[in-house]
């Protein structure tokens, strides 16, 4: 039988797991047991964090042409998720330095983002310095002042509910250059703690989460403190456009966090479903528990399939990345808030219980998880971003733009995507998104391969696209006074764009992998079928009802990758010593 090619992040994440070892053996220090003993302390994972550095896990924030190991973001993706599969406090508060970097990847010189990347791939901690106590994510209102002073910029200033503000040896800073302020009053500073006097900063105390409680969430105060002019990232100015550019980046690879939750909880529920006996029955045979299962499975195979798309357009379409970011930041923490809800009812009492004996870690992915939708952009935010894109959407779907290239970079797993450009990338979509606009050339090529099932409810899709299309037109853009209708129809098109994805995925690879461990999921379409079904649900405003059948197809795959230590994904990944 061929077997498909090797999808080369998996195997990059395969090395780690085997590194780390098995995360159910609590003598190891990056285990279940061991993470839930800090959490319950509210205690930093400060050992993990430096077993992570010794494994070269801080290159995977860096691009290599910074002296990281990025050569693509999707190995950015799973390392994060793999993190976050184990915990999500150490997958927050080690990948937060991703974060505070980002901006020099994005507006650095070349000279001031290698000497950044070198000091990260060695362990710098960089925290990104920009919500305040009186603003919060309203950046234009900050009041952190950084004024021309010598040979540089003198910063006083609060920043607060900044992740690593403590622990951090940089502080990536958004700061206020202009006294009037506006678009281009805000610029970027690289303010080297370890550089500056004690009396020049004071570092704010921890506050305390219901989620990922040993994470330092914490602030920095500054008291004209001394920045050298070489610190400023980007020209005077252009501090908010390099945040907003960046924030491209990191709401997309948030995916990765609710996929490493999402994993857990199935994980989870799942081997409770397959121990525990009810009614002469284990409680996966249960039908309402195994439709739970299934729906949660085809969940985060959609999720997982988004993911690879959308971190592969990093590089293939960053002129699209302002709607791609948007939609997954939205999509990814809403569905797995919803899949962890739902897989809570398959654990009944079990969902509450602490530690790590039997179901213990699943109400701490719980809690840990919610902040996932908070942070980098809240849900409102990023739908209100997409409202804002409506225009430019609608034109772009009437005109049947479409990047041909840059999609099929995107969705074509068997190379890897060309180098990042952050030139291409843009404030604004001006043509729209090519995966939805690209839906009726999709559905036509379906008819000749694809099941029946799957080409109807393709047929559906696109239905349902040109309406909302309709409607979108309908709207205004409106800096207040955002009608909530619009927020529905921003909600219904991440829907669709997702839906998208994953037609588009499973159309250009399932030649490639018809052969190897997870084939039977890519023959006759399944996995992609029950996506497909579960989002069309989701758009009717109902769930799938009618599609009992193929929910029950899926069973076998999930078990199968459960018992054979294997990642919940349509492509085939080995979890190096997972208890099985």
Same mark, same amino acid.
């Given at each position: 039988m061929r077997r498909p090619p090797t999808y080369a992040p998996y195997a990059l994440t395969e090395r780690l797991e085997r590194r780390f070892g098995d995360p159910n053996d609590a003598s190891r220090a990056f285990s279940l047991a061991r993470c839930a003993e800090l959490d319950e302390r509210e205690e930093f994972p400060a050992g993990v964090c430096r077993d992570l550095d010794d494994a070269g896990v801080p290159g995977y924030y860096v691009p290599a042409r910074h002296g990281g190991s990025v050569h693509t973001y999707e190995d950015t993706?799973?390392?994060?998720?793999?993190?976050?599969?184990?915990? +999500? =406090?150490?997958?927050?508060?080690?990948?937060? =330095?991703?974060?505070?970097?980002?901006?020099?990847?994005?507006?650095?010189?070349?000279?001031?983002?290698?000497?950044?990347?070198?000091?990260?791939?060695?362990?710098?901690?960089?925290?990104?310095? +920009?919500?305040?106590?009186?603003?919060?994510?309203?950046?234009?209102?900050?009041?952190?002042?950084?004024?021309?002073?010598?040979?540089?910029?003198?910063? =006083?200033?609060e920043k607060w509910l900044i992740n690593n503000a403590t622990r951090a040896h940089v502080i990536c800073l958004l700061a206020r250059t202009d006294p009037?302020?506006?678009?281009?009053?805000?610029?970027?500073?690289?303010?080297?703690?370890t550089r500056l006097p004690g009396d020049a900063y004071r570092c704010l105390p921890a506050v305390r989460t219901d989620g990922i409680r040993g994470a330092d969430i914490s602030g920095i105060a500054f008291d004209g403190a001394c920045v050298p002019a070489d610190a400023m990232?980007?020209?005077?100015?252009?501090?908010?456009?390099?945040?907003?550019?960046? !924030?491209?980046?990191?709401?997309?690879?948030?995916?990765? !966090?609710?996929?490493?939750?999402?994993?857990?909880? !199935?994980?989870?529920?799942?081997?409770?479903?397959?121990?525990?006996?009810?009614?002469?029955?284990?409680?996966?045979?249960?039908?309402?528990?195994?439709?739970?299962?299934?729906?949660?499975?085809?969940? !985060? +195979?959609?999720?997982?399939?988004?993911?690879l798309v959308t971190a592969r357009g990093i590089h293939t379409l960053p002129g699209e990345l302002s709607v791609t970011s948007a939609v997954v930041k939205y999509a990814a923490p809403t569905i797995v808030d919803d899949l962890i809800t739902r897989l809570g009812q398959v654990l009944g009492a079990r969902a509450f219980l602490t530690g790590t004996d039997g179901c213990g870690v699943f109400q701490k992915v719980q809690r840990d998880h919610r902040i996932v939708g908070i942070f980098d952009g809240s849900t409102l935010v990023n739908l209100n971003s997409l409202i804002n894109q409506f225009p430019a959407l609608v034109r772009g779907h009437r005109r049947g733009l479409v990047d041909d290239a840059g999609l099929a970079g995107a969705v074509t797993l068997t190379g890897p995507p060309p180098p990042f450009d952050p030139a291409g990338l843009r404030l604004a979509a001006r043509g729209g998104s090519s995966l939805v606009q690209s839906l009726p050339a999709l559905t036509h090529t379906a008819e000749g391969v694809a099941p029946p099932s799957v080409v109807r409810r393709l047929k559906e899709l696109q239905e349902i696209v040109t309406g909302l299309h309709d409607a979108m037109a309908g709207?205004?853009?409106?800096?207040?006074?955002?009608?909530?209708?619009?927020?529905?129809?921003?909600?219904?098109?991440?829907?669709?764009?997702?839906?998208?994805?994953?037609?588009?995925?499973?159309?250009?690879?399932?030649e490639a992998m018809a052969g190897g461990e997870t084939a039977g999921l890519w023959r006759e379409a399944l996995w992609l079928d029950a996506c497909l079904a579960r989002l069309l649900g989701r758009l009717r405003g109902g769930d799938a009802g009618e599609d009992e059948e193929v929910f029950e197809h899926l069973m076998p795959h999930l078990v199968e990758q459960y018992r054979g230590g294997r990642l919940f994904s349509p492509l085939p990944c080995r979890l190096a010593e997972e208890a099985r």
């Open positions: 993706l799973q390392v994060v998720r793999l993190l976050a599969r184990r915990d +999500l =406090t150490v997958a927050i508060a080690h990948g937060k =330095t991703f974060l505070g970097a980002v901006s020099a990847w994005v507006g650095a010189e070349p000279a001031q983002a290698r000497a950044l990347g070198e000091a990260v791939a060695a362990g710098q901690v960089v925290a990104w310095g +920009l919500t305040e106590r009186a603003h919060g994510g309203d950046l234009l209102a900050g009041e952190v002042a950084a004024e021309p002073s010598g040979a540089g910029y003198r910063v =006083t200033g009037e302020g506006g678009a281009r009053g805000f610029s970027l500073l690289l303010v080297d703690k990232i980007g020209a005077p100015g252009a501090g908010l456009e390099i945040v907003l550019k960046g !924030l491209q980046l990191t709401r997309t690879l948030c995916a990765a !966090l609710s996929l490493g939750a999402a994993d857990r909880a !199935l994980r989870t529920a799942l081997g409770f479903a397959l121990r525990h006996r009810l009614y002469g029955r284990t409680v996966a045979e249960l039908p309402h528990a195994a439709r739970t299962l299934t729906e949660a499975y085809a969940d !985060l +195979l959609t999720l997982e399939v988004t993911g709207q205004r853009p409106s800096a207040r006074d955002v009608p909530v209708e619009a927020f529905d129809l921003a909600h219904r098109y991440a829907l669709c764009f997702v839906a998208a994805a994953c037609a588009h995925l499973w159309l250009r690879n399932h």
